[in-house]
């Protein structure tokens, strides 16, 4: 029993990284943050359930209620008995005062963006592949699991998909690439709600995910990066393909 804790414990840690100055629902309540000031998640949206939250970010009902809970009292969410929590405003910042914020600042063309993600998502997956361990691994599998139980939810599926992202990210071991390639991540994050929407694309998304995940169990860093290419290369052809649609005259 104390072991199977203390590993439960370890898994939490890997997928959450260092939250030894925040509670975890502090971490959840900034996860779901982001989706709102990103612009996955707009003002009236409503959330997935408590439930469908706990089991895409790999943690407790209670959790989750209390991040909601801080949400709230920031005016950020609006909660109805009976009803489903909803974004009552895109604006963050209270929530954020006293944190450092990591990210870029200023514009920049997708190309610019999908060339730097591949230069450094490349270096992080050969370094997660040659030193992750069974906390780790274990940190993917759930998300997986999680992706697979997300059906044709986008955004149930984003958030299942950023904290896959973020494991990978933790496990080269380097906080400063770490920032960086969630800085990437976020770029253009509004439109993949409606770009995952899309059929097919969550089983696309999802298989790109069970292929760096088997590199990753195979500790095979070679393999790992040509996951993550593949996968960012994706990315990047279904994005341009979106924002060439919303400029299309046809449109």
Do not use: W
């Amino acid at each position: 029993m104390v072991q199977a804790r203390r590993l439960q414990l370890e898994d939490t840690k890997a997928l959450m990284g260092d939250v030894s100055r925040r509670s975890v629902r502090d971490v959840i309540a900034e996860k779901l943050a982001a989706l709102v000031s990103s612009g996955v998640l707009s003002v009236g949206d409503e959330l997935p359930s408590e439930r469908e939250l706990a089991a895409s970010l790999s943690v407790s009902r209670e959790t989750v209620r209390g991040a909601i809970a801080i949400l709230a009292s920031h005016g950020v969410l609006r909660v109805a008995h009976g009803a489903r929590t909803t974004v009552a405003k895109a604006d963050t910042r209270s929530l954020a005062a006293g944190t450092p914020s990591v990210g870029f600042h200023g514009s920049y063309d997708l190309e610019s963006v999908h060339e730097a993600r591949l230069l450094v998502e490349q270096r992080i997956a050969a370094k997660a592949a040659k030193g992750i361990d069974a906390a780790g691994l274990a940190a993917f599998r759930a998300s997986i699991a999680a992706q697979e139980d997300c059906g044709d939810d986008p955004v149930r599926f984003l958030l299942c998909d950023r904290e896959f992202h973020t494991a990978l990210y933790r496990a080269a071991g380097n906080e400063a690439l770490f920032d960086i390639a969630m800085s990437l991540y976020n770029h253009l994050l509004d439109h993949r709600r409606r770009i995952v929407a899309q059929p097919g694309s969550i089983a696309e998304s999802l298989s790109d995910h069970r292929l760096i995940l088997q590199a990753m169990e195979a500790r095979d860093a070679k393999a790992a990066e040509r996951a993550v290419i593949d996968h960012a290369t994706r990315i990047y052809v279904t994005t341009r393909a979106f924002l060439d649609s919303k400029i299309s005259p046809d449109r």
